[in-house]
């Protein structure tokens, strides 16, 4: 079975890149930078899941969104997590934080409302994260 992108993550994100393991894409709301990864790996639900070969790259791959997003965003703190209560697709959040955020210092989830990026400012930091991934 092939690889299918849950249809909340399709709706609510921009592609930045596939990478050897992840598809990493840029959650649409310019309150907070926010980087999910999701495994191109069909059944995944849980961390468990990943087999053990792909661990490592997994990590590594999570480590590496963390690095770019911190430094395309200026990020103060940066929040790593996988709940999938809502999207029972694996993926995990690395959302840039500063202490004037929407939502400091609770977490993102539910607080406010999503406010789209522009087409314009949407496509610079999705290059400027796809820089970031490829060097």
Known sequence: MAFALHERLAADTLLIADLPLCRALLMNDRRFPWVILVPRREGLRDFDDVAPVEKPNFHAEIDLASEVLREAAG????????????VPQLHVHVIARFSGDAAWPGPVWGVGTAD????DEGRALVEKLRLGFYG
């Open 75 to 86: 990020a103060e703190k940066m929040n790593v997590a996988a709940l999938g209560n809502m």
């Open 116 to 119: 789209a990026y522009s087409e």
